[in-house]
């Protein structure tokens, strides 16, 4: 990607980085571009994510930045190299463009995700039979399908190697609020006991009468890049849409939330328990 584009979320992500170290030296995009000798515009494309970047280009920003750690330097020039991954989805008509590609990169890239969900069971956790309740044509249109496939698609992260770790933290208000038959909210039940078993998954349930500090509590999840154990993001996911949030004070903020929640939460062990008891209200 050489030429001037739409910045993906890769490209985004290097961009920063780059802007990053650039800050961290001291030099402005004005010195950075004379010393690689090239125009401030470049630079300034490069960091915006609407630019590729060579390979000697970047090798020679990383020496100007005085990025000395192999380690470090290997996992940005990967990064460079996978704004040009052609990712599973790129095929699914519908999905192109749109802010779930966005998500999806997120965690195709990340090692671990730490989830809040407030009033939906989360996408990586749901059964079949409740993604087809809750993705229809009614609400989706023509894209309903390729979404449900791509729901689905999305779980063989859990068992692919490097395995994504996750953590969830569902309020128990969530799980009330489980849509369809009672066979539908029975398996949904069922397979969030299952998949807290499952080794590279932890899932607790914030009960109603959680001793929480008084502030509000917004669904969100917290991203570790893979290969960049310092380096967290925030995805926020609203109606319309998502917002990526990489500046170190709101990531410290929602660690500070996270921490909050999971110690309010049941212990995994007991949220088992709890949705072992709650999933005798559907049985006939």
């Given at each position: 990607m050489d030429q001037r584009s739409m910045p993906t979320m890769r490209s985004k992500r290097l961009g920063n980085e780059l802007r990053r170290l650039r800050r961290a030296k001291g030099l402005t995009v004005s010195e950075a571009a004379i010393r690689l000798g090239c125009g401030q515009s470049k630079i300034s494309q490069i960091e915006n994510g609407k630019r590729g970047i060579r390979p000697a280009d970047l090798t020679a920003l990383l020496d100007l930045y005085d990025v000395t750690d192999e380690g470090r330097r290997r996992s940005i020039k990967q990064l460079a190299r996978d704004i040009h991954k052609v990712d599973w989805w790129t095929s699914e008509g519908p999905l192109t463009g749109s802010t779930l590609t966005d998500y999806l990169t997120l965690e195709v890239d990340s090692e671990l995700?730490?989830?809040?969900?407030?009033?939906?069971i989360p996408g990586l956790l749901q059964a079949e039979s409740y993604i087809r309740q809750v993705i229809t044509p009614a609400n989706c249109g023509d894209e309903a399908e390729a979404r449900i496939q791509a729901r689905l698609k999305r779980k063989e992260l859990l068992d692919?190697?490097?395995?994504?770790?996750?953590?969830?933290?569902?309020?128990q208000l969530a799980l009330h609020r489980i849509q369809g038959s009672h066979e539908v909210i029975s398996e949904q039940l069922h397979h969030l006991i299952d998949m807290g078993h499952h080794p590279n998954v932890m899932l607790q349930v914030l009960p109603l009468k959680a001793d929480l500090p008084p502030r509000q509590y917004v669904p969100f999840s917290l991203a570790r890049y893979r290969g960049e154990s310092s380096l967290e993001v925030v995805w926020l996911e609203h109606t319309n849409g998502g917002t990526l949030l990489e500046q170190d004070h709101d990531v410290r903020i929602y660690m500070q939330v996270w921490a909050e929640l999971t110690a309010a939460a049941l212990s995994p062990a007991d949220s088992r328990s709890f949705l072992r008891e709650l999933v005798?209200?559907?049985?006939?």
């Amino acid at each position: 990607m050489d030429q001037r584009s739409m910045p993906t979320m890769r490209s985004k992500r290097l961009g920063n980085e780059l802007r990053r170290l650039r800050r961290a030296k001291g030099l402005t995009v004005s010195e950075a571009a004379i010393r690689l000798g090239c125009g401030q515009s470049k630079i300034s494309q490069i960091e915006n994510g609407k630019r590729g970047i060579r390979p000697a280009d970047l090798t020679a920003l990383l020496d100007l930045y005085d990025v000395t750690d192999e380690g470090r330097r290997r996992s940005i020039k990967q990064l460079a190299r996978d704004i040009h991954k052609v990712d599973w989805w790129t095929s699914e008509g519908p999905l192109t463009g749109s802010t779930l590609t966005d998500y999806l990169t997120l965690e195709v890239d990340s090692e671990l995700i730490r989830t809040y969900e407030s009033t939906v069971i989360p996408g990586l956790l749901q059964a079949e039979s409740y993604i087809r309740q809750v993705i229809t044509p009614a609400n989706c249109g023509d894209e309903a399908e390729a979404r449900i496939q791509a729901r689905l698609k999305r779980k063989e992260l859990l068992d692919g190697y490097p395995a994504l770790q996750m953590s969830f933290i569902i309020d128990q208000l969530a799980l009330h609020r489980i849509q369809g038959s009672h066979e539908v909210i029975s398996e949904q039940l069922h397979h969030l006991i299952d998949m807290g078993h499952h080794p590279n998954v932890m899932l607790q349930v914030l009960p109603l009468k959680a001793d929480l500090p008084p502030r509000q509590y917004v669904p969100f999840s917290l991203a570790r890049y893979r290969g960049e154990s310092s380096l967290e993001v925030v995805w926020l996911e609203h109606t319309n849409g998502g917002t990526l949030l990489e500046q170190d004070h709101d990531v410290r903020i929602y660690m500070q939330v996270w921490a909050e929640l999971t110690a309010a939460a049941l212990s995994p062990a007991d949220s088992r328990s709890f949705l072992r008891e709650l999933v005798k209200e559907y049985v006939p």
